[in-house]
């Protein structure tokens, strides 16, 4: 696509339940990373893939959250026993490549989770 | 880990005026500074980027500074219009690339007619 894709945009789910949050990076990207946006606030880190692999998931707060990128494409975040706190938009972004000189990061639009 | 500061948090000017917004970092390993612009309900956008081994780089009427041993880089932007109102965020990462940034807290800036 022409873009990152996220889906859902909006997600409203209750506290305890299970959700999975979908990312289409850009064709071709072969770098994937996930931010959280609280509001007000900047993007904090949560996961970035190169390829199929986690390269680095020092972001994810706990083990509540893993995320899979099982082609080295689509990405998923999954989070179980959803609490309140994890309210918040979660941005998937894209880039060429995740070394240096292929920088430039394309983020979606995001998923707003509200968990009541 | 990194800690990246960003001030001033709102900034109001007139149409034509310049906009300077700051961001001091505390990680004298990082090495790439990106500036994101996101408008209300939108995705970030890089408008700019910088890395350490050059001081200052400019597009258009967008340039960024920076100063490694004071650790502090600046996004200045000039002759300033309505449609550059929006959240502005600096971010800075260790890894020269766009894997594990920290960002501030953002800017929002408001341009008067």
């Known amino acids: ?116 | 880990g990194e800690n990246v500061e960003q001030h001033p948090s709102t900034l109001s000017v007139q149409e034509g005026d310049s906009a300077v917004i700051k961001c001091t970092y505390s990680d004298s390993a990082s090495n790439y500074f990106p500036w994101y612009k996101q408008e209300l309900g939108k995705r970030p956008q890089l408008i700019i980027d910088i890395r350490s081994n050059v001081g200052e780089k400019k597009d258009q009427r967008i340039a960024v500074t920076l100063n490694k041993t004071a650790k502090h880089f600046s996004l200045h932007i000039t002759e300033t219009q309505p449609e550059d109102s929006a959240v502005y965020f600096c971010a800075a990462s260790f890894s020269g690339s766009a894997r594990q940034l920290t960002f501030g807290s953002g800017t929002q800036l408001t341009v008067l007619p």
Do not use: M
């Open chain 1, 1 to 116: 696509g022409a873009g990152v894709s996220q889906t859902p945009s909006n997600k409203v789910t209750e506290k305890g339940k299970y959700v999975e949050l979908r990312c289409d990076p850009i064709s071709g990207h072969t770098a994937l990373y996930w931010y959280r946006q609280s509001l007000g606030q900047g993007p904090e880190f949560l996961i970035y893939f190169q390829g199929t692999g986690a390269a680095d998931d020092s972001g994810l707060p706990n083990d509540r959250f893993f995320a899979v990128r099982p082609e080295g494409s689509v990405s998923t975040l999954k989070i179980q026993r959803t609490e309140r706190g994890d309210s918040a938009v979660y941005l998937c972004a894209s880039s060429l490549t995740g070394v240096r000189g292929q920088t430039e990061a394309f983020f979606g639009q995001g998923t707003r989770l509200t968990v009541v």
